[in-house]
């Protein structure tokens, strides 16, 4: 099992993962033997063209899709070729999910919406930890608010405390800033920001956007369905010269 430098096993991991969609002339390679890894405690983004394999990655990650060859593994976990029951649980009780879509019930209030996942398995929040998770999102005057009554910037907020509520090993984001003006997808951003500064949560965010990018501590570029770059420290500007820089046939790496 690797491990990171603190000891623990990283949080998320991929080991030579393929994977493959259609047949014949209609078969499409999404990833190409991709390994990397992703610390606990610190945001990473992955970056790359439309076709390049991000999501697909991201979804393998967190068990949303099977990989055809490789493995993935959540901590210490291996998820490939685990049962759906067995999957399920994980996802629902290891894994943390912000969509572009926000993906909230509309005829729940927003303290419900944040509390459904810890209410599905079972569990009582922590009394501590959500109140810390209520006053960093900045809506504990708008918890009885159904999501209609909320802006998109709030909504999105409501999804990033859901997400954080059961305290996972880890937090994909797909494109979570894609539907928010440049104002709301700020402060979406710096909440993100600061769970993983402040309390050690791991953010693993799928985006097309430098300005997003430039609040992770590493940035992964995929292209053609392999990793052909990766930036610590990205501020916009390096990202953003990273992608102009990086040619489609560049030759993979492994991280």
């Known amino acids: 099992m690797t491990t990171t430098n603190s000891g623990e096993p990283a949080a998320a991991r991929a080991d030579e993962v393929w994977k493959v969609y259609g047949t014949g002339e ?6 190409r033997g991709v390994s990397a890894e992703f610390e606990r405690g610190r945001f990473t ?3 790359g063209p439309s076709g390049s394999g991000k999501s697909t990655l991201m979804h393998c990650l967190a068990g949303l899709d099977t990989v055809d060859r490789g493995e993935v593994h959540v901590g210490g976990t291996k998820i490939t070729g685990m049962g ?9 009780d290891r894994v943390g999910f912000i969509f572009q879509q926000f993906n909230l019930l509309p005829t729940l ?3 419900e919406n944040i509390r459904l996942p810890l209410d599905i398995a079972g569990r009582k929040p ?6 810390i998770v209520i006053d960093t999102v900045g809506l504990r005057d708008r918890l009885g608010h159904r999501p209609s009554q909320l802006s998109g910037g709030q909504q999105q907020r409501v999804a990033c405390a859901r997400a954080l509520i059961g ?10 800033t894609g539907n928010l003006d440049s104002r709301s997808g700020a402060e979406v951003l710096s909440f993100l920001r600061a769970s993983v500064r402040e309390h050690r949560q ?4 799928v985006t097309h956007d430098p300005v997003a990018a430039g609040y992770a501590d590493r940035v992964v570029f995929l292209a053609d369905g392999a990793i052909v770059d990766e930036l610590a420290g990205p501020t916009p500007e390096t990202v953003l010269d990273t992608m102009k820089r990086l040619d489609t046939h560049a030759e993979p790496v492994m991280l």
């Open 126 to 131: 922590d009394p501590q930890w959500w109140d």
């Open 45 to 47: 983004a992955i970056m």
């Open 26 to 31: 209609a078969r499409v390679v999404a990833l």
């Open 202 to 205: 791991t953010i693993v965010m």
């Open 109 to 111: 209030s927003a303290k």
């Open 167 to 176: 305290r996972p090993d880890v937090i994909f984001a797909d494109e979570p």
């Open 84 to 92: 759906d029951k067995a999957l399920t649980r994980l996802r629902r």
